[in-house]
C-alpha cells in the first residue's frame, strides 16, 4: 500500500507512511470486506463509507500531524484513522458522525480535525472545536458532486480552506445538506 497507492499519491511525510505501514487496516473493516482492506476504492460501512487509503494519506499529509497533538477524528467508521494518529503519537478522540450533537466535542479543543468523508458545509460544532491555528481535514462538495480534499486553518476565529485535490469520496450521509425546494 505504501509503495503502490500511498507514495505515487504524494504522501510523502515520513510519519504519516510510517504509522499507515503499521497499522493493519484489515483490522478496522467489516469482516466481510476484509480481502479489499488495502484497494483505493471506499469501503461501505452502517452509516457511510470507510475513507480509501490514498485520500486519507493525502489529508494526513497535508495536515501534518505531530507527536503531542490531540485530535478528534469524526466519521462513519473512524478506528482507522485514529488509529494511525495514535502510532503517530497523536492523543485522539474518535466520534461517529451520526453520533454528533450540535455543541462542542467533548475534549474540545483540538489541534486537528479530520472528518473522514465528503461534507457539502463543515458543521460549526467541528470549527468551534478547533484550538487557535487549528487544522481541520476533509473533502468538500462543489457543484456537480465533484469533491476535492481540502484542509483549513483557523486563524483569528475564522476557518479558510484551500482545497489541494480532486478525489472520489463519498458524502458523509450524517452531514449531509438537507434537499431544498428548487423549480
Known amino acids: 500500500m505504501v509503495d503502490s497507492q500511498l507514495r505515487p499519491q504524494g504522501v510523502t511525510d515520513p510519519l504519516v507512511l510510517a504509522a499507515m505501514a503499521a497499522v493493519p ?38 495536515a501534518k500531524p505531530q507527536p503531542g497533538e490531540r485530535a ?5 467508521a473512524p478506528g482507522y484513522t485514529a488509529a494511525v494518529l495514535r502510532a503517530i503519537g497523536v492523543e485522539t478522540v474518535e466520534q461517529r ?9 467533548k475534549g474540545s479543543p483540538f489541534d486537528l480535525v479530520v472528518i ?4 457539502a458545509d463543515v458543521p460549526a460544532s467541528l470549527t468551534n472545536a478547533l484550538a487557535p491555528g487549528g487544522r481541520i481535514v476533509t473533502a468538500l462538495l462543489t457543484a456537480g458532486s465533484v469533491t476535492r480534499l ?12 484551500t482545497r ?20
Open 25 to 62: 487496516r484489515e483490522d478496522y473493516v467489516p469482516v466481510e470486506a476484509r480481502s479489499f482492506a488495502y484497494t483505493d476504492r471506499s469501503i461501505p460501512v452502517e452509516g457511510g463509507a470507510m475513507m480509501p487509503p490514498a485520500p486519507l494519506g493525502r489529508l494526513l499529509t497535508a
Open 72 to 76: 478528534l477524528v469524526v466519521g462513519a
Open 97 to 105: 458522525a451520526a453520533n454528533m450533537g450540535a455543541g462542542a466535542p
Open 116 to 119: 473522514e468523508g465528503a461534507v
Open 150 to 161: 481540502a484542509i483549513g486553518r483557523k486563524v483569528g476565529g475564522i476557518v479558510g480552506y
Open 164 to 183: 489541494f485535490a480532486d478525489s472520489e469520496i463519498p458524502e458523509l450521509t450524517a452531514f449531509a445538506r438537507p434537499p431544498a425546494f428548487t423549480f
